[in-house]
T-cell receptor, first 112, second 113 residues
Framework: SQTIHQWPATLVQPVGSPLSLECTVEGTSNPNLYWYRQAAGRGLQLLFYSVGIGQISSEVPQNLSASRPQDRQFILSSKKLLLSDSGFYLC???????????FGQGTRLTVV | SQQGEEDPQALSIQEGENATMNCSYKTSINNLQWYRQNSGRGLVHLILIRSNEREKHSGRLRVTLDTSKKSSSLLITASRAADTASYFCATGASRNSGYALNFGKGTSLLVTP
């Protein structure tokens, strides 16, 4: 069966520090991968998605970047965090040609 | 961009009552999905309705879709305290390099015993 792992669950980082959130999927190949951000009490904002290794599409201009170094690995990064980067980050995958998305448990990022 | 918009933003009911949440969207769709999110957790898929369907049932869930009005509703019958969560509708959008799900802002449902 397929599983998605996202870590860490919580993270407190100072302004100006770097960020690296990792997401891996098991039990499937060539998944579509997504990073979403959810501000407190708000909906999900799509940040990045990827249809294959090295293929990254950015939805909104921001202080973040994403990379997909392996088929089932999706990384969200920042060189210098801003206070506004605080939020709940969710990784998700969807099988190619499928409709349903499967989410990780999320990372609560607080930038102080 | 956020395609779907749910209303109400928040809904408080008592156990046993029915909960109805609505979703409106802007562009043509192939399908519409509903997800549930427990506080501080990831989203879980509940049900999908295709654009050629008008109504779909799954257990205590009933989803309707009106493509002429670009709207959908999620009905949870005989609600339980465990139904307390946020509920989101999602529509798919094809991009030049892929397919992405856009979510609304969600309806926060509180079911009190």
């Amino acid at each position: 069966s397929q599983t998605i792992h996202q870590w860490p669950a919580t993270l407190v980082q100072p302004v100006g520090s770097p960020l690296s959130l990792e997401c891996t999927v098991e039990g499937t190949s060539n998944p579509n991968l997504y990073w979403y951000r959810q501000a407190a009490g708000r909906g999900l904002q799509l940040l990045f998605y990827s249809v294959g290794i090295g293929q990254i599409s950015s939805e909104v201009p921001q202080n973040l970047s994403a990379s997909r170094p392996q088929d089932r690995q999706f990384i969200l990064s920042s060189k210098k965090l801003l206070l506004s980067d605080s939020g709940f980050y969710l990784c998700a995958w969807r099988p190619t040609g499928g409709t349903e998305a499967f989410f990780g448990q999320g990372t609560r990022l607080t930038v102080v | 961009s956020q395609q779907g918009e749910e209303d109400p933003q928040a809904l408080s009911i008592q156990e046993g009552e029915n909960a109805t949440m609505n979703c409106s969207y802007k562009t043509s769709i192939n399908n519409l999905q509903w997800y549930r999110q427990n506080s501080g957790r990831g989203l879980v898929h509940l049900i999908l309705i295709r654009s050629n369907e008008r109504e779909k049932h799954s257990g205590r869930l009933r989803v309707t879709l009106d493509t002429s009005k670009k709207s959908s509703s999620l009905l949870i019958t005989a609600s339980r305290a465990a139904d307390t969560a946020s509920y989101f509708c999602a529509t798919g959008a094809s991009r030049n390099s892929g397919y992405a799900l856009n979510f609304g802002k969600g309806t926060s449902l509180l079911v009190t015993p």
